[in-house]
C-alpha cells in the first residue's frame, strides 16, 4: 500500500470514528473537553502504528485500547486532578441525548473505579461481548463479568439515590 493509500484510509477511518470515539471518551471522564483532548491524543498514536494495526484488521479495537489507556493514565496525572479556583471556567454544553438521565448516569459512571468503568463501557455502551471485552483490556472473561456486575450494581445503586432509576 502506498503511503498516500495509508493515509487516505487513516483519515477516512479517523473520520468516520471521531463521534463513536468522542463518546467513549466523555463516558471514561465525563468531560466533553477532557474528551476531545483523549481522542486526539489517540489518534496520533493510532496514526503512528496505522501501517502495522491495518495490516492486522483491528483498527477498531486499537483504538478503543489507546483511548481506555489514556483515559486512564491521565486521571493518575497529578496536574489533571481539579483545583480550587476563584472564577468558574466556561462550561460547552453537551450534545442533546435521548436519555433523559444522561448527565447522573455519568456522574455516576465517574465515580467507579477504572476498571469497573471501562468494562461496563465496553460491555454495555458499545456493545461488545464478554470474551472482546476481555481480550481489549487484556483480562480474563471471568474478571470482566465481575468488574461489570459490580459496576452495574453501583450505578444502580447510586440511580436510585439519585432518584433516576
Known sequence: ??????????IEFASSRRDQLRRIAYGMCGDWHKADDLV???????????????????????????????????SRRPSRREHATDELPEVATPPSSAVEDHDSLVT?????????????????????????????????EGTVKSHCSR?????????SQAGTA
Open 40 to 74: 486526539q491524543n489517540a489518534l496520533i498514536k493510532l496514526y503512528v502504528a496505522w501501517p502495522r494495526v491495518v495490516r492486522g484488521g483491528k483498527e477498531d479495537a486499537y483504538v478503543r485500547k489507546i483511548l481506555l489507556n489514556a483515559a486512564i493514565d491521565e
Open 1 to 10: 500500500m502506498k503511503r498516500t493509500d495509508r493515509e487516505l484510509a487513516y
Open 151 to 159: 459496576g452495574l450494581e453501583s450505578l444502580r445503586g447510586l440511580m
Open 108 to 140: 455516576a459512571l465517574q465515580t467507579l473505579p477504572a476498571q469497573q468503568r471501562a468494562t461496563v463501557l465496553l460491555r454495555h455502551w458499545l456493545g461488545l461481548s464478554v470474551s472482546e471485552t476481555a481480550a481489549e483490556l487484556g483480562i480474563a
